[in-house]
């Protein structure tokens, strides 16, 4: 079975004013599907053809050489974009307690959480993402990972993601990630974040 790009959860418009419409079409229904159709494209024909992204993406370390640059990429690509898009909601839902003690045990506060995300956000350098990572002990830690890597390959869970690359925020925001940033903490999903971390 071939992977597909299901459709984005809300309006491409309804995270508007902070992140536009045209950037989430162009993102979504272009730079997706490009994720999407190289790595059917990759892995057509192979014994992985069957696997789920998850499976693919954890086998990376023993996954034949001649796809796994194309899995590391592309099915990393494509992972990350779906829970991107999910990891956003325009329905700005208050943080559950439990969330909010968790977020304060491990960095102070929650606006110290924030201030650390973004700064990590900030300093990615080129193409990549911030990561908040839960461990198997449920310890929080924040990583930056470049290109598409996905923390999953090592066994590690993502509970919130940002995209910096140029094309999740250019359109918009030019050269200016700060803003983006900013304007992106006004639609985090906080139900998932909840969900993933089993609070
Ligand atoms: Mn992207």
Redesign the pocket.
Known sequence: MAFTLAPLPYAPEALEPFIDAETMKL?HDK?HQTYVDKLNAAIEGTERADKSIEELLQSLPIIDESIRGAVRNHGGGHYN?TI?WQMMSPERKPMSAALETKLTQQFGSVEGFQKQFTDSALAVFGSGRTRLLVDRDGDLSIVNTPNQDSPISKGEKIVLGL?V?E??YYLKCQNRRAEYIANRWNVVNREYVAKELKM
């Open positions: 993102h730079h974009h991107f995209d690359r094309h999740a």
